[in-house]
């Protein structure tokens, strides 16, 4: 996990320094005309959350440095619109923007599968941020512009950390385990012989604290921390149980063709930088969350090599069921030949985290 962090800080440090070659948002703001421009903004975030707040503070600034020509009202999660409906939302215009996670496509958009959490130690997270701009998003992108008219801007990637009442170390430590999980983690889980449980999120501490349930992930370590994993279970599994994109930031086609240059400009160096400052927060927060984790009694739990090789092959072959199309298939194989690629070069990085 150290490792993955220092290499994530370093891709960070050099995307802010490109970042801060261009021009910033008041320099590009130079009014072209006087019309007003004001959008909707519609979150899948709670109003308490870092990023949220981030975001309503960062329009404020945008309003004041375009002299108000581009003004944005940012709203949480169900406040406009429920976040599983926001892209439908965006692409019928009943909002200009929004912010969601990669769920809400994935009915019609077997891509969005591959690019959200993808279950098993496939490949660490600085590897899956190199694989995801490289190959994973762009596909995304088209995808996204074709079927719902937007403009596509990804948001970071994120661990999903197991914590768990007993130790898992084997494969078979899995079976008869009632796990709190969903999506293709929850298909690699029952795969390993563990149950899966509904559990909604404001009940998942009581249910762990009960015994309805044995281990959860609520994102990372810090979700891990928000909720008091420590208080609950015993330990944190490693290779995390999931890597992959949490959220993305998506523009209807038309709002944005309908703002003179210098504003489209604004609003793309603005969702552009939000990728980066939001893993820079969230490697802050992650580092927090499992240093209280520690600090409160919690012990790392860690797969043995052997299995950590079945689980991945495991993985992958799940994986494979998820190539529904053109685009999630060119994802999946971009993905085989990437990790192929990283574990001849580092023998191998899956182990890493």
């Known amino acids: 996990m150290k490792k993955a962090l220092l290499i994530i800080n370093g891709l960070i440090i050099v995307a ?15 009014a072209a005309d006087t019309k007003v421009y004001k959008w909707v903004f519609a979150q899948a975030q709670q109003p308490n959350n870092t990023f949220f707040l981030r975001n309503k503070k960062e329009a404020k600034e945008i309003a004041k440095q375009t002299n108000g020509r581009l003004q944005i009202q940012v709203f949480s999660d169900g406040v406009i619109v429920p976040s599983m409906e926001i892209p439908n939302a965006v692409k019928n215009r009943t909002i200009e923007m929004g912010n969601t996670p990669y769920s809400a496509f994935q009915a019609v958009l077997p891509s969005t599968r591959m690019i959200s959490f993808m279950g098993g130690p496939l490949m660490s997270l600085s590897d899956w941020m190199v694989w995801g701009n490289a190959f994973g998003y762009p596909v995304v992108k088209a995808d996204i512009d074709k079927t719902f008219n937007a403009r596509f801007y990804p948001g970071a990637a994120l661990p ?3 914590c768990s009442k007993k130790p898992v170390t084997k494969l078979s430590d899995y079976k008869g385990m009632k796990l709190r999980m969903y999506g293709h983690t929850a298909s690699l889980a ?7 449980v509904q559990v909604p999120g404001n009940e998942l501490y009581t249910a762990l604290q009960t015994g309805s349930i044995d281990g959860a992930f609520w994102g990372g370590y810090d979700g891990a921390w928000i909720i008091k994993m420590w208080e609950i279970t015993k330990y944190y599994l490693t290779p995390v149980c999931a890597v992959g994109g949490a959220m993305c930031f998506i523009v209807n086609k038309d709002a944005y063709n309908e703002l003179p240059g210098d504003l489209q400009l604004v609003v793309d160096e603005w969702l552009k930088k939000q990728q980066w400052l939001t893993a820079k927060e969230s490697r802050q927060l992650e580092e927090r969350g499992l240093d209280t984790m520690i600090q409160n009694g919690m012990k790392r739990s860690a797969m043995n090599a052997e299995d950590q090789a079945e689980i991945k092959r495991i993985a992958l072959e799940l994986l494979k069921d998820e190539a529904k199309d053109a685009s999630s298939t060119e994802m999946y194989n971009s993905m085989v030949n990437f990790i192929r690629q990283d574990e001849k070069m580092w023998k191998p990085s899956f182990n890493a985290e």
Do not use: D, E, M
Not at 16 to 30: I, M, S
């Open 190 to 196: 029952r795969k390993l012989g563990a149950s899966i």
């Open 160 to 162: 999903a950390v197991l």
């Open 16 to 30: 802010l320094l490109l970042v801060a070659g261009t021009p910033q948002l008041g320099a590009t703001a130079q």
